[in-house]
């Protein structure tokens, strides 16, 4: 049974930092991408950052280049997003999320999901 468990969110003021942590098992294989998806009420989900587990290869959003950096730790089991420079419109639940194809990541349709840990950025 694969588990996504997310924790790090919280609320910050623009310019602040959070780091988002995402603890997984189950991933019996790691021919997986796994990444971070977000939603504002009322907007469709939104890709912002994807790494293969074992290319270590990064996607981001344009948005969020150069302020957010997505990493793993496969002794750990853990997938990370370090926030910096954080805006206003970076405010959402972030959903970390599995697949092995990063296309399903990126049209927010990946096999598997975390309940989500809420972020608001105030200005």
């Known amino acids: 049974q694969v588990r996504l468990l997310e924790s790090g969110g919280g609320s910050v003021q623009a310019g602040g930092s959070l780091r988002l942590s995402c603890a997984f098992s189950?991933?019996?294989?790691?021919?997986?991408?796994m990444g971070w998806i977000r939603q504002v009420p009322g907007k469709e989900r939104e890709g912002v950052a994807f790494?293969?587990?074992?290319?270590?290869?990064?996607h981001y959003i344009a948005s969020v280049k150069g302020r957010f950096t997505i990493s793993r730790d496969n002794a750990k089991n853990t997938l990370y997003l370090q926030m910096d420079s954080l805006k206003p419109d970076d405010t959402g639940m972030y959903y970390c999320?599995?697949?092995?194809?990063?296309?399903?990541?990126?049209?927010?349709?990946?096999?598997?999901w975390g309940q989500g840990t809420q972020v608001t950025v105030s200005s």
């Open positions: 999320a599995a697949d092995p194809l990063v296309a399903n990541l990126w049209a927010s349709k990946a096999n598997y």
């Open positions: 189950g991933l019996t294989e790691n021919r997986y991408y």
């Open positions: 790494i293969g587990m074992i290319s270590g290869g990064t």
